[in-house]
């Protein structure tokens, strides 16, 4: 089984030749909201994150930008040149930026580039999710094949109208489309909303980050009835496991056992389609050969 973590943050230190916004700067630590766990305060470099993986037996990850540091895609264009093989990106995006529109054709020719990902959890990015502001923005990315990873807690409302619109448009959920401040059973309340879009065969989830939404111990039995309905309704080919690692309540052994050895549910080829296989289809990143 070749393991893919679908989501690790690497980012660098405020520097002058690669600065972060303004209004970042003084941020000791990424919180997405308030009450949601946050990050370590530490960057996470490409070579400390393969030494990682190396002793959980993760094979390979998706580097997703955090989007403090601002929307530049350098740290892990060359993260992906120093480790072949070891990581791919979905890089960071903005729409509003000059000469936006001209970007996309080329966007997957960049050197680990499989996608962009998307948020829209800040006031300062939501109102593209309205009144079609960024609907060129859709319409591009499907025509370009370009996959995207949207992180919109709480308007799962718009995935449900842009995989309508967009039949071709591949999006993959982050996170379960969870609220990052609530637990337990507070925080799937609804996820009948995010179940429902399973009917979108262009839509599929990322179990990222599950040890964060619960206040027990590992191995977190109280997700496996939330985690089990995902696996129903999406199926093992529409559903990968991430870490979202700098900001984990557990090892990182533990986050990987909790899919590889703890979900009764998961089980044989099924779970190397969570695990690795889903994935790599659905964003074009094949997996190595094996001996």
Not at 12 to 18: I, L, S, W
Not at 184 to 206: E, G, T
Not at 215 to 230: A, H
Request: aromatic share 10%; proline share 9%; charged share 25%.
């Amino acid at each position: 089984m070749i393991i893919t973590d679908a989501q690790v943050h690497l980012w660098e230190a405020h520097r002058p030749d690669r600065p972060w916004p303004p209004e970042e700067v003084e941020q000791k630590v990424f919180v997405a909201a308030v009450g949601a766990r946050p990050h370590r305060e530490a960057p996470l470099g490409g070579q400390e994150m393969v030494d990682v993986m190396d002793a959980a037996g993760v094979a390979r990850a998706i580097i997703v930008p955090p989007s403090p540091v601002g929307d530049s895609n350098d740290t892990a264009l060359e993260a992906v040149a120093q480790f072949p093989g070891r990581y791919a990106i979905m890089g960071r995006f903005d729409p509003g930026a000059p000469n936006a529109r001209e970007r996309l054709p080329g966007w997957l020719s960049q050197r680990g580039m499989l996608g962009i990902r998307m948020t829209f959890h800040k006031p300062k990015w939501s109102p593209w999710l309205d009144n079609g502001a960024i609907d060129w923005f859709w319409a591009d990315c499907e025509r370009f094949g370009i996959p995207l990873m949207v992180l919109l807690p709480g308007r799962l409302d718009v995935v449900d109208r842009i995989a309508t619109r967009h039949p071709d448009l591949r999006i993959l959920l982050d996170h379960m489309g969870r609220m990052s401040a609530l637990r337990d059973d507070a925080c799937f309340a609804d996820l009948d909303i995010m179940l429902d879009l399973a009917r979108h065969p262009n839509v599929s989830v990322k179990t990222s980050s599950a040890p964060c939404y619960s206040t027990q111990p590992y191995p977190y039995k109280n997700l496996e009835p939330y985690l089990r309905r995902i696996f129903d309704r999406f199926g093992p080919r529409r559903m990968m496991w991430g870490s979202d690692f700098t900001r984990l309540p557990c090892t990182y052994q533990q986050c990987v056992d909790h899919f590889l050895k703890e979900l009764e549910f998961l089980q044989g080829e099924d779970k190397a389609w969570v695990m690795g296989k889903a994935i790599a289809s659905i964003l074009n990143w094949p997996e190595p050969a094996t001996r």
